[in-house]
């Protein structure tokens, strides 16, 4: 099916064809603006001819999570394409901090899943991202070093996205 068509099944709601045309190909690119609303997912499934839970995808992410972004990408490497349940298990038994943050990310996201009766036994991670957000916020310190002079500190943060799909 091509885009003009799939527009015109778009068109039928709060869009006209123009619009509804380059949010779909921005939609395509994985620019999400303007935002599809769940009607709108409804209405490109119901074109596709397809349930609206196999094209959807829900997300969970943690801000300024206190953590250096090295670190955290160590975990979402790990569970990156895995079954939901097989990373929560792997998870549980990771010996690192943002192991934690992660499994709590993944459960959220399958919440969401779960309101939207999407089957929590088919879904897996399809991204795992971890970008970073600068230096933490009230850990500006400094270390002596020697002849007098000194070294900050920096304690990073990171912005960890976790995207689920069935």
Known sequence: MSLSQLAGHLASG??????????????????????PST???????NGLGVEATEISEWQSSCRYAPVSPTKARLVT??????????????????????????VKLIECAVGSAE????DVDNLYISEARVDGAGRRIGTKSWIAKDRGRAHPIKKQACHIHITVRE
């Open 14 to 35: 709060g869009f006209d064809k123009k619009d509804a045309l380059g949010a779909l190909k921005n939609w395509e690119k994985g620019l999400y603006k303007p935002v």
């Open 77 to 102: 490497k790990l569970v990156a394409g895995m079954d939901v349940q097989t990373a929560l298990d792997t998870l549980k038994f990771t010996h690192k901090r943002t192991a934690h943050m992660v």
């Open 39 to 45: 009607e709108d997912v409804k209405k490109i499934a």
């Open 115 to 118: 309101e939207n009766e999407a």
